[in-house]
């Protein structure tokens, strides 16, 4: 089944050591979001690819940066984790509607809950 | 601005009562989508429904209903005869249509308890 992979599903790291959390699609979807979502909250967008256009929301900190090799991965880094910056962390994706002429539906990811010790 | 208003933070009910989980939107795009989606404590956000602007009629989906009224801005969603694994929380959400991409504005999310 065509589906949206998020590994691992849970990370633990510690107050300032870089971690890394991956995003893949079979979709082949254009667009890859990531949302950050603290408890008891809705989802909050932190950034968007289209394609290899990344796109920053306004108020993300710079301490949030992404990368995205090819249409099927994405990947999260935080550079300097805080404890702020426990959260479940959610990917997504979604057609574009430039070429698809449709607002489509965004699919998501398990999700990677992240520990700050 | 877009907007999306789940006033209900929390709602329990015993298995095999109906349930109904509300949502308002405001926008002032003339064309626009809004979604329902499932959160189960496992985390993972499972798309029910989408319903663009222009379709205001009623769907059913098994157990599932959705009331669309475009006059009151509220896309409401009910489950009937609800079962235990109906708890999660529920998300309404509204795309704005961006060059590239649709963005979605999310309501707070209902927690739906569903006792045995």
């Known amino acids: 089944d065509a589906m949206v992979i998020q590994n691992p599903r849970y990370q633990v790291t510690q107050f300032g050591k870089p971690v890394t959390l991956s995003c893949s699609q079979t979709?082949?979807?254009?667009?890859m979001y990531w949302y950050q979502q603290k408890s008891s909250q809705a989802p909050k967008l932190l950034f968007h690819y289209y394609d290899k256009d990344f796109n920053n929301e306004a108020d993300t900190p710079d301490n949030f940066q992404s990368r995205r090799p090819n249409t099927s991965f994405c990947f999260l880094d935080i550079r300097s984790p805080g404890l702020g910056d426990a959260a479940m962390y959610l990917c997504?994706?979604?057609?574009?509607?430039?070429?698809?002429?449709?607002?489509?539906?965004?699919?998501f990811g398990p999700g990677t809950r992240l520990t700050v010790l | 601005a877009q907007k999306v208003t789940q006033a209900q933070t929390e709602i329990s009910v015993v298995e095999k009562e109906d349930v109904t989980l509300d949502c308002v939107y405001e926008t002032r795009d003339t064309t626009y989508y809004l979604f329902w989606y499932k959160q189960p404590p496992s985390g993972e956000l499972v798309f029910l429904i989408r319903r663009n602007s222009f379709d205001e009629q009623n769907e059913i989906s098994g157990r599932y209903s959705w009331n669309f009224q475009k006059s009151t801005s509220s896309f409401n969603f009910t489950i009937t005869a609800s079962q235990v694994v109906d708890s999660a929380v529920y998300f309404c959400?509204?795309?704005?249509?961006?060059?590239?991409?649709?963005?979605?504005?999310f309501g707070s999310g209902t927690k739906l308890n569903v006792k045995p």
């Open positions: 979709l082949n979807h254009n667009v």
């Open positions: 959400a509204l795309s704005e249509r961006l060059y590239n991409f649709n963005k979605f504005y």
């Open positions: 997504a994706t979604s057609l574009d509607p430039v070429t698809s002429g449709i607002t489509d539906t965004q699919y």
